[in-house]
């Protein structure tokens, strides 16, 4: 599991290849992620939106912009934790994926961005 702290907000990310929704002999390899978003801060956050920066380990990179995660745009209290799973395809055994939530702080409306920190998509059997 891979963490970063933003202003107060704390994003953890861990992975799981999935086998069997991959197909490596058409070049479909998928992941699952684990996202756990905690305010450490001392006031509401919502989240409004995502970005990530998705890598092959071929130099294909994407980039995938939208409104909240998984359908919703969650508010998290002081002392609280937005848990959500959601998924990445590649074309390689191997990758990486990293980006930015734009969250606002509602006492005062105003907006920031928390990193969400680079973690690896990496099929098992590469690992030995």
């Known amino acids: 599991m891979v963490t970063a702290i933003t202003d107060g907000v ?5 992975t799981i290849y999935q086998p069997e929704y991959s197909n490596p002999v058409n070049e479909h390899f998928m992941f699952a992620y684990r996202v756990e978003i905690a305010n450490l801060s001392d006031y509401a956050v919502q989240l409004l939106r995502r970005q990530w920066f998705i890598f092959d380990s071929n130099s294909s990179r994407r980039k995938v912009e ?3 995660v998984v359908g919703l745009q969650p ?12 998924g990445c395809n590649l074309k390689t ?3 990486s994926m990293k980006g930015t939530y734009l969250m606002k702080r509602d006492i005062d409306g105003s ?3 928390v990193d969400i920190p680079e973690f690896q998509l990496v099929a098992p059997y590469k690992l030995n």
Do not use: A
């Open 10 to 14: 704390k994003v953890s990310v861990e």
């Open 66 to 68: 939208g409104e909240g």
């Open 75 to 86: 508010v998290i209290q002081p002392g609280e934790t937005h848990v959500y799973v959601s």
């Open 93 to 95: 055994e191997m990758g």
């Open 111 to 113: 907006e920031f961005e």
